[in-house]
């Protein structure tokens, strides 16, 4: 599937001629990174209690399906809030947001990452609001992912997937659902290919990349494109950064260590993990380089947090907590897909925010039981 060797194909900087011979030395590297990770959850689950082996076997088919009436006038606040959206993009983007001629424009990062989590507490809301006014939630969810797309962000298509994953859990477990939601999914991620080809435009903005729309031929390509790079193009990137990288454990330290970036020097070295300008490391390349025994520990340890962040989604679901099970499932999979284009530290990040979020929810859920107790004692005396 990967390597066609005599097929004719896409060669993103000439990163697909690589010999047969090292490319299933990549494979091999792979193999080892299976075989450690599924010996990292098997040893978990072995040393599991009794009660956690239970949880592990049983089905919460169940727990994902929620059948809830969405309280009256819920898409009405939806619109309210999608009108402080669109004004907080004009007051931190100004013009820019319609049209300008650099990528990235120099505004206010507190204003980007506040509009980032309006806009998802947004699809959220309209997600609910899907049964009480379908027509509407999908109008607002457009001009939504219309004004977000002139970013050029591809954060605009996790709004997407939150508002297609609410819609399916809250339809009921149907065959009819199910293909729908799938549907949905393959859509989506059409879409993210479209956002991927912004950053190539002499213009950005709303009004380029609406216009891009016109050049039927050079989207669809691009498109195409785009899918392959997610996709495939990682391999490729893998077995590169096995041939050209020079990394040092410490390096691997920085790239490891949870604390932001200009507190562990992150920012002095990140152009020694880089390929060209465009392409950076991956983390599977980064990981293979260092041995086999770094990469055997690396994927045992990796199996084993994911068995553990099984389990916490598990207790999340028997509790009923589908959204914090839902946020911890979504970070770990950006973690797998980022592995592939992105160096260590930009997709290891997301393992540091899953526990976050656990770090989270378990103060929350203590402090709503020690609140409870207080209450019942005091009726008691």
Partial sequence: ??????????????????????????????????????????????????????????????????????????????????????????LVYGKSIIIRNIYLPDVSRGGIIAIKILSFIEAVMLGFAYKENK???????????????????????????????????????????????????????????????????????????????????????????????????????????????????????????????RFVGWYNHINEFKLNPFAPYSLHGIVFKMGNLFTFLYFFMTGVIFAYMEKKVRQYLSNNQRTIAFVITLLLLLHIVYGFEYPLRSAFRYIYYAFFVILIASFFNRYKFTLKTSVNHKHEQ
């Fill in 1 to 90: 599937m990967y390597f066609e060797f005599y097929q004719p194909k896409i060669n993103l900087y000439n990163f697909d001629v690589i010999k047969s011979d090292y490319f299933y030395k990549v494979v091999k590297q792979y193999l080892v990174a299976l075989i450690a990770f599924n010996i990292g959850i098997i040893i978990y689950y072995e040393f599991s209690k009794q009660e956690t082996k239970l949880l592990f076997n049983r089905s919460f088919s169940d727990k994902l399906f929620i059948n809830i009436k969405s309280k009256k006038n819920l898409i009405k606040k939806a619109r309210n809030l999608l009108v402080i959206i669109i004004l907080l993009y004009f």
């Fill in 135 to 261: 027509t509407k939630s999908r109008l607002y969810l457009f001009i939504l992912l219309l004004i977000s797309m002139g970013t050029g962000s591809r954060t605009v298509f996790l709004s997407l997937l939150v508002y297609i994953i609410i819609i399916f859990i809250t339809q009921g477990n149907t065959l009819k659902n199910k293909i729908k939601f799938f549907t949905n999914l393959i859509i989506s991620f059409v879409f993210l290919a479209y956002l991927m080809r912004f950053r190539g435009l002499h213009s950005h903005g709303v009004y380029p990349y609406l216009m891009s729309l016109g050049e039927v031929n050079n989207t669809i390509k691009s498109i195409v494109f785009n899918l392959y790079y997610s996709l495939i193009f990682g391999v490729y990137v893998t077995a590169k950064t096995l041939q050209e990288a020079s990394l040092n454990w410490h390096l691997i330290y920085i790239s490891l260590h949870p604390l932001p970036g």
